[in-house]
């Protein structure tokens, strides 16, 4: 069966370092791997989408790899915020007939960036 | 402004009893989900709805039900066969071009 593997212990780091944030998953073939940041009891926000062909995604201080042979993506948040504190989702993606988009999430990771 | 909106954010439910959260959106939106969601994990998806008047299960949906009368709405109903709906329940939507997925703020179910 599918499984999308994401570290459920929460992860503290020092303001100002690079938070690196791990989604591995197995038994799937994404078409794109997106993450999510959710804050508690909110919906999740999308931040970035990598496609399969796509080795690498930016967005000023954001950064996702996708390694389709590892089956894994890589989450990095450079010069960390206490502000960047929320707990991130990776979610594989695959389209579905005209309109939708199938999305499988992993558990989640919590991001705690300590002043 | 834009989005989605789900109703109530706090809903409370006796035995026995089916309740429906509301979702609307104004996105022009196709497409609309429902996730589950329990403490510390991941999002599990209970229905889909690509088009009016049509929708699929997800991997989770007994004890739940959907309609998709009309292209912004797309309410869920927990029904009393459902025996655990205690959870936080996310309804999205997704364009037809896109592969973005846009969720509500979430509606928080609790059995009393």
């Known amino acids: 069966s599918q499984k999308i593997e994401q570290n459920s212990e929460a992860l503290n780091i020092q303001e100002g370092k690079t938070a690196t944030l791990t989604c591995n998953y197995t038994n799937y073939s994404p078409a794109y791997l997106q993450w999510y940041r959710q804050d508690p009891g909110r919906g999740p926000v999308f931040l970035l989408l990598i496609r399969e062909n796509e080795k690498e995604k930016r967005k000023e201080r954001l950064k996702v790899t996708f390694d389709t042979t590892l089956k894994q993506s890589l989450f990095h948040i450079t010069a960390s915020q206490p502000a960047d504190s929320a707990t991130y989702l990776c979610a594989l993606g695959s389209v579905i007939g005209n309109a939708g988009n199938m999305l499988t999430f992993g558990g989640g990771t919590r991001l705690m960036v300590k002043p | 402004d834009g989005g989605i909106t789900q109703s109530p954010k706090y809903l409370f439910r006796k035995e026995g009893q089916n309740v429906t959260l509301s979702c609307e959106q104004n996105l022009n939106h196709d497409a609309m989900y429902w996730y589950r969601q329990d403490p510390g994990q991941g999002l599990r998806l209970i229905y889909y709805?690509?088009?009016?008047?049509?929708?699929q299960k997800g991997d989770i949906a007994e004890g739940y039900s959907v309609s998709r009368e009309k292209k912004e709405s797309f309410p869920l109903t927990v029904t009393s066969a459902q025996k655990n709906p205690t959870a936080f329940y996310l309804c999205?939507?997704?364009?037809?071009?896109?592969?973005?997925?846009?969720f509500g703020e979430g509606s928080w179910l609790t059995v009393v």
């Open positions: 709805s690509q088009i009016v008047n049509d929708f």
């Open positions: 999205a939507s997704s364009g037809y071009s896109g592969n973005t997925i846009y």
